[in-house]
């Protein structure tokens, strides 16, 4: 039997995503009996735990460095003093890295891998290259591009970047260009161009079947609004509602109608905010048909989601490279981003110089956006048709497809 190993990056939700929808696809491409084993930490090991209950023997928990938290996304001084004295629980990083690469040799030296695909997971690279095992690199970033407060951070990304070098092949979760959406962050070196496949982004390829009309499908219908996303650990979602707060604060925005995604399992946060001032359960609203404002949502349904996104006006999001790609490409909608790092500042300015949407770092900037896609509808629905057309969605499939043929190589 053949045996593939998945190492997951557990900093954010986007690498868990893609890497289960790589998954997915696996088996209708290798036609060979094969087993699976996950490696990460934290929320995705967990996630993992609960998807594949009776896997628990192949999934396996191993402490990859990542940054510490800050108010506002990773803190930048504190993971700089992590890398020699112990922070929040963490200990110093130099011993962080050495314990994580010998628990990943153990696990190398235990199952004998045939395949190895990292997302993020840039150890497992030269673990794989020392033991002439063949491995995939998913990505949507090499040498990003980074601005004057951060230059400083410029001898890690070279160092990164040699990493991920170490791959037998860097699967690139994006377009061909000129349609790569991730382009600033990408900046290959000549060394490794021979190794690069765009594979296209990692969509849901899922039809969602609909299953009956919501009451919150119902009070969004026939209203103009924009959708506004929370995403990612919880200071960064917290930190992301804060300024959305200060945002709603503005005179500008008494009137802008807005469905507030918290990304939290948290049914407590389900509401509805009334012209009025008063506060509504989503069926009351309705039942009362409510001239609302603002529509507050734990998490929204498969199907809620694909409803909301395709009735928006516009997306606010924080430069997720796969959230990005589905609301431009798949759903044609303008993005107003306002980003927490400089990977998404690169997204989102690469959209900016496009048309596809509008980068706002400042409060002040958020309301301009919005006027600006209004008022220039019709040149961003054309741009993202452009976009759209070009897109390319089927990126787990395509990387199964190299998957199956790098085991083919091998034999």
Same mark, same amino acid.
């Given at each position: 039997?053949?045996? @593939? ?17 790589? %998954? ?55 993971? /700089? ?8 629980? %963490? ?5 962080? @890295? ?58 890690? !990304? ?12 860097? /699967? &690139? ?49 026939? %209203? ?35 469905? *507030? ?38 998490? !929204? ?16 999001? %924080? ?15 303008? *993005? ?21 949407? *509008? /980068? ?5 900037? &958020? &309301? ?44």
């Amino acid at each position: 039997m053949l045996k @593939i190993g998945e190492f997951i990056y557990p900093w954010g939700s986007g690498h868990y995503s893609r890497m289960m929808r790589l %998954n997915e696809a696996l088996g209708d491409h290798i036609k060979e009996e094969f087993e699976v084993h996950f490696s990460s930490k934290d929320h995705v090991y967990k996630k993992l735990l609960k998807k594949f209950p009776d896997q628990k023997e192949n999934i396996h928990e191993i402490l990859m460095p990542t940054p510490i938290d800050g108010k506002f996304g990773p803190s930048v001084s504190m993971s /700089l003093l992590n890398l020699l004295l112990p922070i929040a629980k %963490n200990p110093p990083l130099v011993s962080q @890295i050495a314990n994580y690469l010998r628990e990943e040799k153990k696990l190398y030296n235990k199952e004998k891998f045939d395949l190895v695909i990292n997302d993020g997971d840039m150890g497992s690279n030269i673990l794989a290259r020392s033991r002439n095992i063949p491995s995939l690199f998913v990505t949507n970033q090499f040498k990003p591009k980074l601005y004057d407060s951060r230059s400083y951070l410029y001898p890690s !990304l070279i160092f990164i970047a040699k990493q991920i070098a170490k791959a037998s092949k860097i /699967l &690139v979760a994006d377009s061909p260009p000129p349609y790569t959406m991730c382009e600033y962050n990408l900046n290959f070196t000549d060394e490794v161009k021979e190794k690069i496949a765009y594979v296209g982004h990692f969509t849901n390829s899922k039809e969602i079947r609909k299953e009956g009309i919501s009451d919150l499908e119902k009070l969004v219908q026939d %209203n103009e609004f924009g959708y506004w996303m929370r995403t990612g650990s919880k200071s960064t979602n917290d930190g992301t509602g804060q300024r959305y707060e200060e945002v709603f604060a503005k005179d500008e925005m008494n009137n802008e109608k807005r469905i *507030i995604s918290h990304a939290r399992n948290d049914p407590s946060i389900d509401s509805v905010l009334g012209k009025n001032g008063k506060r509504y359960s989503v069926s009351e609203a309705l039942e009362k048909n409510i001239d609302w404002i603002q529509i507050d949502v734990g998490f !929204l349904s498969e199907q809620e989601k694909d409803t909301v996104l395709g009735l928006c006006r516009y997306a606010v999001v %924080n430069g997720s490279h796969t959230t990005m790609g589905e609301i431009m490409g798949g759903k044609r909608k303008p *993005i107003i981003g306002i980003p927490v790092y400089d990977e998404h500042t690169n997204n989102i300015r690469w959209a900016e110089d496009r048309n596809l949407g *509008i /980068l706002a770092t400042k409060t002040n900037q &958020v &309301v301009l956006a919005i006027s600006k896609i209004k008022e220039n509808y019709e040149e961003f629905e054309e741009k993202l048709r452009e976009f759209s057309v070009n897109f390319v969605p089927n990126g787990a499939e395509n990387s199964a497809k190299i998957a199956s043929h790098t085991l083919e190589e091998k034999r």
